[in-house]
């Protein structure tokens, strides 16, 4: 039996995707945030043998609307709300078909030579945001926490210089690394990863604003030093996971400056807000790392996944990551590059084609607008929060993270109950020891209505006595 669909399978494929694209934009404002599931047909699902024989295009697209779809979250719903995922962009779909069509292998560039030139636009543009000078490169990866070790593996290379060869069994000194208390936990697996240890994993107080201190970082560079150990490398933060927050890049670059630390910083919810003029200022500093993350699956809504590392000198990752094998050996060409020196994979999708495809289609201006908009919103629920009796903020609205708490309510059953009634998904948060309720607006799609409504709703919640097991009771 061919692989090769004929034309009328060709047509009968088109036309059901297309009805399915259809369909899913027009039910998105009423659908379910969360699916009822199906457990029986999910657990049939599991147990299906490998099939002998096919269904066909018909029975395979009959199984994606009847099983698959009405058993997946939401997650481009106005009020899904509750992590740092945006819904995908509209060219998204038909640019991730192109790039299935063409398969290419984005490793060295004889595989894929349009889509090595595509990516390393990609990264300049990108590149340029941040404020990153004509010698930075990077890659385009699966998310923020792979760039975040593949940025410290770099630094590793960089500031270790037996590390290639000894890795960390040279006997030298133990390498530490420095982040703050609020810092994403992909430091600290990439710092096991790596091999480092979380024992050697410094988390710096933070401020009342929930920032890194410098001054805490100073001291405990310095108790190193006296101990013996070989501080390497800063992971500060441009949008806490939490609250948003953004430790001061500034002050910090200059203590890496001084101490000759490699300075990374995880840009990977809060970087791309560069895009809005209001927060440049904020994240200005970001232009002095030495190497970042960004997600563009985030604020650029590409489909999942595209996460990016770029370093300020690509030189310096190349140095990582290049090894060299007679069978991938392809003539040097100025105008491409190999991926596969510059990150851990040689087969590599081609994730820049999306971030390049919605650029193109919609224009950078597009995506600033969006960027403001899930700002201005998130300033307008910290409001409403503020001025709602019963409901207290619990950290400044920085970015477009909002936490906040109900008196006298179990946020758990709150959450609960808002999600099975399909008012919003939102999500926990732990501040200071208080629990709350997170709301975190990157969602191009969130509207001021919708925020109204969440509020308006949590005010009925917080007068009721009826929150129960996510239910409630009439």
């Known amino acids: 039996m061919s692989l090769v669909l004929n034309d009328g399978e060709r047509d009968r494929a088109g036309a059901r995707l297309l009805a399915l694209l259809d369909d899913h934009e027009r039910g998105l404002p009423t659908s379910h945030l969360l699916p009822d599931l199906d457990r029986p047909r999910l657990t049939e699902l599991l147990n299906t043998p490998m099939p002998d024989k096919g269904i066909g295009v018909d029975g395979l697209f009959d199984e994606i609307v009847d099983t698959v779809l009405p058993n997946s979250t939401a997650v ?21 078909a192109v790039a299935a069509t063409i398969n290419q292998n984005c490793n060295f560039w004889q595989l894929s030579p349009a889509a090595s030139v595509i990516e390393r636009s ?81 988390h710096v107080p933070t401020d009342d604003r929930y920032r ?34 953004v430790d001061p890049l500034d002050a910090i670059a200059d203590l890496c400056e001084a101490e000759d630390l490699w300075l990374h910083v995880d840009g990977a919810y809060g970087a791309l807000f560069l895009l809005a003029e209001e927060k440049r200022e904020l994240l200005g500093g970001c232009a002095r790392a030495d190497s970042i993350t960004l997600d563009p699956h985030k604020l650029l809504f590409a489909s999942l996944e595209a996460g990016c590392l770029l370093v300020r000198d690509a030189a310096k990752l190349r140095a990582a990551f290049a090894f060299s094998s007679s069978y991938l050996t392809v003539a040097d060409d ?39 908009r899930c700002l201005d919103l998130a300033r307008h629920l910290g409001e409403r929060v503020e001025a709602t009796p019963g409901l207290d903020l619990l950290a400044p609205v920085v970015l477009t993270a909002v936490c906040f708490r109900m ?34 607006v990157t969602n191009h799609r969130t509207t001021k209505a919708d925020v ?19 239910v409630l009771v009439s």
Not at 219 to 236: I, K, T
Request: with cysteine; proline share 4%.
């Open 334 to 372: 100025p105008l491409m590059t190999d991926y596969m020196d510059h990150g851990l994979q040689l087969s590599r999708d081609f994730k820049a084609f999306k971030v390049w495809s919605a650029l193109r289609a919609f224009g950078v201006d597009a995506f600033r607008e969006a960027t403001e």
């Open 76 to 96: 481009a719903h106005p009020r899904f709300l509750a992590y740092v995922l945006g819904p995908p962009n509209g060219i998204a779909p038909y640019a991730e």
């Open 212 to 245: 890194m201190r410098v001054d805490a970082l100073a001291e405990a560079v310095a108790a190193d030093r006296r101990a013996g150990l070989r501080p390497f490398c800063v992971v500060a933060t441009s949008g806490t996971v939490t609250t948003g927050s």
């Open 452 to 470: 109204d409504l969440i509020v308006d709703r949590l005010r009925e919640l917080g007068k009721s006595d009826d929150v129960a097991e996510g």
């Open 122 to 202: 990609v990264l300049a543009w990108l590149g340029d945001v941040v404020g990153f000078p004509s010698t930075a490169g990077g890659i385009l990866t699966g998310g923020g926490s792979l760039a975040t070790l593949t940025g410290l593996a770099t630094a590793l290379h960089d500031r270790a210089p037996d590390f290639r060869a000894t890795g960390l069994q040279g006997g030298g000194a133990p390498l530490v690394v420095y982040t703050s208390e609020e810092a994403h936990r992909s430091v600290d697996k990439a710092a096991v990863v790596l091999g480092l240890g979380i024992d050697h994993v410094r």
């Open 407 to 440: 008196r006298g309510v179990d946020h758990t059953e709150v959450l609960a109950t808002l999600a099975a009634e399909g008012t919003a998904l939102l999500g926990p948060a732990l501040v200071d020891g208080h629990d709350g309720i997170r709301v975190c």
